[in-house]
C-alpha cells in the first residue's frame, strides 16, 4: 500500500517540480519587481531604507486605536505575490479587531474586508503553527500568504485598528511584480461571515450567493460548539456549491464536514498543502480547518453560492439523552451494520424511543453552533454585492481564549 501512495503521488510532485523550475529559470520580459513596507511605502525604486542612515531605521510602526493605514497604495498594472506581516499583540480579540481591506482599480467598495486572524488561514482568531499552499505560519507568530492578487490600474491595501488599544508594533512587506494583464484576468475577493450561534435546520453561508464569471479558491472555518451537546462529534455537515442557476438543489456536495478537508471518522489537528485543520479539541469544542481548490478548481459562469449544512452525531444513547434534557436538535438519520434509517422521511413527528427503531446505532443530527468563516474566490469584477463586515461586538464576542 506504501509503495502504492509513493506511486501516485511522485508524478505529480514531477510534474510541479518541473513547472516550478521551468518558471524559475526563464527569464521574463516587461516585469518589474516591488516591495512596499514602511521602509518604502512607495515601492519606489531606490527610495527603500532611507531613514536612520539605511540602518533599520522604520521597521516597523505603531497603529493607534481607530486608526488606519496605507499598506500599499500603487498606481498601474500589477500583482501582489506575497504579504508578510506580524504585531506585538496576537490576541484572539486584537486580531478580530484588526481588519485588512484590499481595493482593486479604483473600488470604493474593498474585494476584501477580513479580520486579520481568520484572512490569513485560521479562524477563531487564533495562532498555531501550520502550513499550507496558500497561507503559513511558521511558529505561531507571523501571517504569510502567497494567494496572487492582480490589478490593472490600481492597487490599495488598508489596515484599521478597530479596538480600544493601541498596537505598538507592526511589520510588514508586500511582494509586487508590476505588470499587464490579459482580459481574463479575475480579481482577488475574500468575505467573512460569523453566526454565533447558527440557526437549526438552516445552513451556515461560506459565501452568500454572488453573481459573475469566476472561480472559488476555497475557505476557512472556525467553529465553537456548543456546550450543550458536550463533546459529541459536530462535523457531519455537508458542503454544497449552487453553481450557475442551481435551484433547491446544489450541483457540487460533499459527504461530511472532515471528509470535505480530506480526512475522516473524526478530525484530528493536522495541516497539509490544499487541506488540513490546524486546530482541533473535542474536549475544548474548537476547531479550525481549511480546503484549497487549486488541484481540483470551482469554476463558475453565472453565478455560485457555498453552504455548510450543520449537523453532528452521536450514539442514540446520548443523542436520547439530550432530546430528554430539551436540546436542541433533530436527527436526521441513524445507521448500524444491519440498518439505514432516514428520519426526514419518516411520518413526522417521529418517536425516537419506538421499539421498532434500532436500539443501537449512530444517529446523526442537526444542531447549532458557533460558526465563522473565511471565503477566498477570483471573480471577473473588482467589487461584489456581499453584505459588508459585520461590527466589531459581533466579530470579537465569545471567542475561545479570549483574554480579559
Known amino acids: ?5 509513493i506511486l501516485l503521488v511522485l508524478p505529480v510532485m514531477l510534474f510541479l517540480a518541473k513547472a516550478r523550475a521551468q518558471e524559475i529559470f526563464s527569464m521574463q520580459q516587461n516585469k518589474e519587481t516591488r516591495w512596499v513596507s514602511f521602509e518604502n511605502k512607495t515601492g519606489e525604486r531606490q527610495k527603500g531604507g532611507m531613514s536612520n542612515n539605511g540602518r533599520k531605521g522604520n521597521a516597523f510602526e505603531m497603529l493607534k486605536a481607530g486608526e488606519t493605514v496605507d499598506l500599499m497604495q500603487v498606481d498601474g498594472s500589477g500583482t501582489v505575490r506575497r504579504i508578510w506581516m506580524t504585531c506585538s499583540d496576537r490576541s484572539p480579540e486584537m ?20 479580520p486579520i486572524g481568520d484572512f490569513f488561514g485560521i479562524g477563531l482568531g487564533m ?10 505560519d511558521p511558529e505561531g507568530r507571523s501571517f504569510n500568504t502567497v494567494v496572487p492578487m492582480p490589478f490593472k490600474e490600481s492597487g490599495r491595501i488598508t489596515l484599521t485598528n478597530e479596538s480600544n488599544k493601541d498596537l505598538i508594533q507592526l511589520f510588514y512587506d508586500i511582494d509586487l511584480l508590476m505588470e499587464d494583464h490579459t482580459e481574463d484576468m479575475l480579481y482577488f475577493h ?3 461571515n460569523r453566526e454565533n450561534m447558527t440557526t437549526l435546520g438552516k445552513d451556515f453561508k461560506i459565501l452568500p450567493k454572488i453573481k459573475g464569471r469566476g472561480r472559488f479558491l476555497g475557505t476557512n472555518v472556525g467553529v465553537r460548539t456548543d456546550s450543550v451537546y458536550g463533546t459529541t462529534w459536530f462535523g457531519e455537515g455537508e458542503i454544497k456549491m449552487y453553481i450557475d442557476g442551481d435551484g433547491e438543489y446544489p450541483t457540487i456536495i460533499g459527504t461530511g464536514t472532515e471528509d470535505y478537508v480530506g480526512t475522516a471518522y473524526g478530525q484530528g489537528a493536522y495541516s497539509s498543502a490544499y487541506q488540513g485543520s490546524p486546530v482541533a479539541s473535542a474536549e475544548k469544542g474548537i476547531y479550525a480547518f481549511y480546503r484549497y481548490h487549486i488541484p481540483d478548481p470551482v469554476f463558475f459562469y453565472k453565478d455560485i453560492q457555498v453552504d455548510l449544512q450543520q449537523m453532528g452525531g452521536a450514539g442514540r444513547e446520548k443523542v436520547l439523552e439530550m432530546i430528554g434534557d430539551d436540546v436542541n436538535l433533530k436527527p436526521v438519520t441513524l445507521h448500524d451494520n444491519e440498518n439505514f434509517i432516514r428520519f426526514l422521511e ?4 417521529v418517536d425516537y424511543t419506538d421499539p421498532s427503531i434500532p436500539q443501537r446505532g449512530f444517529i446523526v443530527f ?7 468563516a473565511t471565503a477566498y474566490f477570483y471573480l471577473d469584477r473588482p467589487t461584489t454585492d456581499l453584505p459588508r463586515l ?3 461586538s459581533a466579530r470579537t464576542e ?3 481564549q479570549k483574554k480579559k
Open 1 to 5: 500500500m506504501k509503495n502504492t501512495r
Open 95 to 114: 486580531l478580530r479587531s484588526l481588519v485588512l481591506r484590499a481595493y482593486w482599480d479604483g473600488s470604493k467598495k474593498p474585494a476584501v474586508e477580513v
Open 127 to 136: 495562532r498555531v503553527p501550520f502550513e499550507s499552499a496558500l497561507f503559513t
Open 190 to 192: 475574500s468575505y467573512w
Open 346 to 349: 419518516l411520518e413526522q413527528p
Open 366 to 372: 442537526m444542531r447549532e453552533d458557533d460558526v465563522s
Open 390 to 392: 459585520q461590527d466589531l
Open 398 to 400: 465569545d471567542l475561545p
